[in-house]
T-cell receptor
């Protein structure tokens, strides 16, 4: 069966520090991968999606970047965090031929 | 531009009362439509999709193309239905999900 792992679950980082959140998927090949941010009162905002290794599309220009070094690995990064980067980050995957997205447990990021 | 609105941030109903969570979308073409739910301390998960026409946990959703709405309904709410609900159309290219802002449903005893 397919599973998705996302870590860490919580993270407190100072302003200006770097960020790396990792997401891996098991049990499927060539999935579509997504990073979302869930800010209080604003719902889910799509940040990045990827349809293949090295293929990243950005939905919202910002202080973050994403990379897909392997088929089932998706990384969200920042060189210097801002206070406004605080939020709940969700990784998700979906199969092209299917229509459902499967979500990780999420990472609660607090920038202080 | 693709847009999804869920006008109610918070909806409180009493147990046994009917509940309707509103969703309106603005899309070109005919998007696929989904409802996702996030219970406390659990992952965001699929509740139902329009194309399957299923009733999940007593919930149904009717697509009204004229009004571009996909409201979620349940005739008798239960306390365990308390959760965050997101309406999510899938765009014409089948690659992305755009989520609405979400509605927090609170079912009171």
């Amino acid at each position: 069966s397919q599973t998705i792992h996302q870590w860490p679950a919580t993270l407190v980082q100072p302003v200006g520090s770097p960020l790396s959140l990792e997401c891996t998927v098991e049990g499927t090949s060539n999935p579509n991968l997504y990073w979302y941010r869930q800010a209080a009162g604003r719902g889910l905002q799509l940040l990045f999606y990827s349809v293949g290794i090295g293929q990243i599309s950005s939905e919202v220009p910002q202080n973050l970047s994403a990379s897909r070094p392997q088929d089932r690995q998706f990384i969200l990064s920042s060189k210097k965090l801002l206070l406004s980067d605080s939020g709940f980050y969700l990784c998700a995957w979906g199969v092209r031929a299917d229509t459902e997205a499967f979500f990780g447990q999420g990472t609660r990021l607090t920038v202080v | 531009a693709q847009r999804v609105t869920q006008p109610e941030k918070l909806l409180s109903v009493f147990k046994g009362a009917p509940v309707e969570l509103k969703c309106n979308y603005s899309y070109s073409g005919s998007p696929e439509l989904f409802w996702y739910v996030q219970y406390s301390r659990q992952r965001l998960q699929l509740l139902l999709r329009h194309i399957s026409r299923e009733s999940i946990k007593g919930f149904t959703a009717d697509l009204n193309k004229g009004e571009t709405s996909f409201h979620l309904k349940k005739p008798f709410a239960q306390e365990e239905d308390s959760a965050m609900y997101y309406c999510a159309p899938r765009d014409n290219y089948g690659q992305n999900f755009v989520f609405g802002p979400g509605t927090r449903l609170s079912v009171l005893p």
